[in-house]
Structures are given as C-alpha cells and as structure tokens.
C-alpha cells in the first residue's frame, strides 16, 4: 500500500514510480566494476642486492638502483604496489603462474646489456 501512494516528498510521485523512473534513467545502485577488495597486506621489505622484492608468494624485480632499501609492499590477491617512501616503485598485477616477476620489457636490445 505505502509504495502506491503519493508522497509529499516525491512531488506526488509513489515511491513505486519513483523506483521506476530510477530504474529506467539507470540510477540505482549496482555492484561496483571491481569487487570490494578482500584482506590486503603491508609489509616492509628490504631489498636484495639485484633489486628484488618479497611480495607474498612473489618476488618482484625493481632494479638494482633500489638495492638494500627498505620498501613498503602492499599486496592485495595479486595486485601488487612497491613504494619507497611515498614513492610508487612499480605497481602490478601479478601473472599468478610464475613466482618472479620481471620488470617491464626494455624496449631496445641493447638495454639489457647495461
């Protein structure tokens, strides 16, 4: 009964057809594109003398120019964010069917010579 009748806060509108015209102009709640993300974890790791990075099951290669410093690591399922300080280092998503993760491809042969 409540939802057909007018309502003085409706303009004179039910709240039936205010759900309706909310439905039809695709206002109403949805579920968000990505879920909700689940326990996430911080951590702060050292890195080791060829810049790599413990991350969970991970090991996740920064560079050598991060060497020795302490990075915070946030990790959330795969999703993986390396900071130095207030530095974002690398984010990624990690590809689940190998445990290190390179860096991003270079884009000149000789890059990987240096």
């Keep these: 009964h409540y939802n057909h009748r007018p309502h003085r806060?409706?303009?004179g509108r039910t709240?039936?057809?205010a759900w309706q015209a909310a439905a039809q102009a695709g206002k109403l709640a949805r579920p968000a594109q990505r879920p909700i993300p689940g326990p996430f974890h911080v951590r702060?790791?050292?890195a080791t003398d060829l810049g790599v990075v413990p991350a969970g099951r991970y090991r996740i290669s920064i560079g050598r120019q991060w060497a020795g410093l302490t990075m915070t690591v946030i990790r959330d399922g795969d999703h993986i964010a390396i900071y130095a300080g207030n530095q974002l280092i690398r984010a990624l998503d990690a590809d689940p069917t190998r445990s290190?993760?390179?860096k991003q491809p270079t884009t000149h042969p000789t890059d990987?010579?240096?």
């Design 112 to 114: 990987n010579a240096r």
């Design 100 to 102: 290190y993760q390179l």
């Design 44 to 46: 702060q790791v050292k």
């Design 9 to 11: 806060a409706l303009d």
């Design 15 to 17: 709240p039936a057809q």
